[in-house]
């Protein structure tokens, strides 16, 4: 049998939380020895989900990766524009890496910390999660059993949710693209990740357009305040109306404000009067787009078209091949009532599919799923056994900033020049 893996973290926020409490669950395969925060009370839980006397707690990076090789793996969590600087210092300390997306939040580095990687030997994965969902599994069983024949073209679409959309991209982290990532890369390169995965073609060309039509002062009602708490003409009517963290919209505040759960109303108010997310959602400084379509054409000359919008919710995927079509998403679950349709062109519907409830269910089961497959794809002996190379992860991000340059400059993007004007 095989010694379990050692996982340590820089970073404890939401994501290392779900990834510490999935891998305590499975005590055979994980030990959680280590982790590093700035903040004292995100150590102390990470202590708690490790359930391990030994567990070690840092800082920060430089302290945890200062100390003696603690683990096999480190995962990186931090806030994006860390991510180069800490997974870099952590694979020349000896670390593997399970790396937060994105990669960074420059192609260079990316491209950067791919070549450092494939030098040092070795694995990373990167924290794709849709890849792990029992529903992209099935999906991409059907595409490769041939039963659609040669795959021509896709259409899909991610629908933020509005109010997900204020929270993360007007209010949030990734409000202003410039200091964070644009919404490309920090909420769809999961999608643009599918998409290379699923056509199993590298990306050649692409086209983009979008903007921000309306989370914008043109959009404010009249009277509106810099913020919620402010006495606000609309509060109470407003869907946006920041009090909604205090009723409705609780789930959204533990995310985000660490004493959500044990805070007075009082207090959170009081919090809201100065924190980002008490911000009137038409009076921010986001840049990140509320709209965008990519269009794209693979080696294999397949063509794909998406769109990210904040103005639906879920995901939706239609791949259509030479003898059949595939449906599945959001919508077919509403009209049809499962999650997978699959007709075959002269025979008719040939399965409607339902995709198992996964109790571990965060992002669909794609954390779990990762944290499933981590073990295996760890314990391979080299990167280039693993099942997804570094190099394939990199694709979803040259393909989200060669987006961002074509959606800025309103030109088709050749994907090769791209890299190589990025020093890949
Ligand atoms: N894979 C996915 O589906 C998915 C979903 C959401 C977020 N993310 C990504 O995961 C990353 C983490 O997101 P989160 O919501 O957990 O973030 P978070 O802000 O909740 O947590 C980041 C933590 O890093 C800590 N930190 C900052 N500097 C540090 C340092 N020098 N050393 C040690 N710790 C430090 C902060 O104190 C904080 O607790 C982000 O990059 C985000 O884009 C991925």
Redesign the pocket.
């Known amino acids: 049998m095989q010694p379990r893996l050692k996982i340590a973290a820089?970073?404890?926020?939401?994501?290392?939380?779900i990834y510490f409490e999935l891998a305590a669950k499975q005590p055979d395969l994980y030990e959680i020895t280590a982790a590093?925060?700035?903040?004292q009370a995100?150590r102390d839980k990470a202590r708690a989900l490790a359930q391990n006397p030994n567990f070690q707690e840092?800082?920060?990076?430089?302290?945890?990766l200062a100390a003696p090789k603690l683990a096999d793996l480190m995962i990186i969590?931090?806030?994006?524009a860390?991510?180069f600087a800490?997974a870099s210092a952590a694979l020349r300390k000896g670390y593997d890496l399970l790396l937060?997306?994105?990669i960074s939040t420059n192609l260079r580095d990316v491209l950067a910390l791919e070549k450092l990687a494939r030098e040092l030997g070795r694995k990373v994965l990167v924290?794709?999660?849709?890849r792990y969902t029992p529903f992209y599994r099935r999906v991409k069983k059907i595409v490769e059993s041939g039963a659609l024949g040669e795959l021509v073209s896709f259409e899909a679409t991610e629908g933020v949710e509005p109010w997900h959309q204020t929270h993360s991209y007007v209010r949030g982290?990734?409000a202003v693209a410039e200091q964070?990532?644009p919404m490309i890369i920090?909420k769809s390169c999961?999608d643009l990740d599918i998409f290379s995965w699923l056509v199993d073609s590298p990306c050649v060309s692409l086209g983009s357009f979008g903007g921000i039509q309306y989370f914008n002062a043109a959009h404010a009602p009249a009277g509106a305040p810099a913020r919620c708490t402010d006495g606000c003409p609309v509060n109470g009517k407003c869907a946006y109306d920041a009090h909604r963290y205090l009723t409705d919209k609780k789930g959204w505040l533990q995310?985000?404000f660490d004493r959500a759960k044990t805070a007075t109303d009082a207090e959170i108010k009081d919090w809201l009067r100065t924190s980002r997310w008490g911000r009137c959602v038409y009076r921010c400084d986001n840049t990140a787009v509320d709209h965008q379509t990519v269009n794209m054409t693979f080696a294999t000359g397949a063509t794909g078209v998406f769109t990210m919008t904040a103005f639906s919710e879920g995901r939706d995927l239609a791949i259509f091949g030479t003898k059949g079509r595939l449906l599945a998403g959001e919508r077919v679950k509403r009209t049809a009532g499962c999650d997978i349709v699959v007709e075959i062109f002269g025979v008719g519907i040939t399965e409607r599919i339902d995709i198992a409830f996964d109790p571990d269910g965060w992002?669909g089961g794609?954390?779990s799923g990762l944290i499933r497959t981590l073990y295996a794809e760890m314990r391979k002996p080299n990167a280039s056994d693993m099942d997804s190379s570094l190099e394939r992860w990199v694709e979803s991000h040259l393909m989200g900033f060669a987006a961002e340059e074509s959606r800025i400059k309103g030109a088709t993007v050749d994907l090769a020049d791209f890299r190589r004007r990025h020093g890949g």
Not at 36 to 39: E, G, I, K, Q
Not at 58 to 64: C, G, K, N, R, T
């Open positions: 820089i970073g404890c926020g939401s994501r290392t939380f590093a925060d700035r903040n995100r840092f800082h920060d990076d430089v302290a945890i969590a931090t806030q994006d860390f991510h800490h937060e997306k994105p924290c794709h999660v849709l982290h990734w964070a990532t920090a999961h995310i985000i992002h794609g954390d």
